[in-house]
C-alpha cells in the first residue's frame, strides 16, 4: 500500500488541551473535523499513549487551539514531542483559561467542546465534543495545514500521530549534489547549510545541536 495516499487528504494542526487536575496539559493533533453543525459537534483523534487522552477521558471536555502558519513553531515541539507527564507544557506559553480549559493564544482561535461519546481503535480514542464555546483571534491569520508543517517547516508528526505511520514509509532524506544538510533526529526538521551554527537549537522541538545528524550525497 501507498501510505502517501493519506498526504492528499486535509490536515490541520492543532493543540489540543485540558487540565490535568490544577494544571493545563496538553497535545498536538492533526486529525480534527466537524460532524455536524446544528448543534455543532466535532470528532478529535488522540493516541492511547498521550497524556492528554487520559486527561481529557478523566475531565470529560477539551479545548483545540487553530496554529496559523505564522504561530510559534516551537509550539509543535513543546507540545508534540514531550509527555505531559514529565514536562509543564505550558510554562512560558501565552494561554488563557475559557470555561475551564486552557486555550492558546497567537493562534487562529479556539473551540471548547465537553466530550459526549467516544470511540476506541486499537492506538488511538475518538473523541466526540459538543462545541461550547470558539473564538477567533485573527481573522487574518492562515491557518497552518500538515502540508504546510512537512514542505515549509520540514518537521515531521509526533510519533503518536494518526499521520505518523505514512512517514515510515519516506524516502530517505534526500540532498542536491554538493549540498550539506543537518536532520534534527528528533522531530526531522531539516537545516540546509554548512556548517551548522554553534549552539543552534531546533525550532520545531527545541532540542540542541548534538542531536542533528550531517547529511551529504
Known sequence: MDFNVFRDMSYGVYVVSTM?????????????????????????????????????????????????????????????????????????VNYEIVQGVPVVKSTCGYVVCKVIDKMETETHTVFLGEVLDGEVYDPSAQAMTYSYYHNVIKGKSPKNAPTYLQETKEEPVKVSESKVKYVCQVCGYVYEGDPLPEDFRCPVCSVGDDRFTRVEE
Open 20 to 92: 490535568d487536575g490544577e494544571r493545563p496539559t496538553g497535545c498536538i493533533a492533526n486529525s480534527i473535523m466537524q460532524i455536524t453543525s446544528n448543534p455543532p459537534t466535532v470528532a478529535i483523534s488522540i493516541n492511547h499513549d498521550n497524556y492528554t487522552n487520559e486527561c481529557i477521558d478523566k475531565n470529560g471536555n477539551f479545548t483545540f487551539s487553530i496554529l496559523a502558519e505564522d504561530s510559534d513553531s516551537g509550539l509543535i515541539g513543546r507540545f508534540g514531542f514531550c509527555s505531559g507527564k514529565d514536562v509543564d507544557k505550558f510554562d512560558e
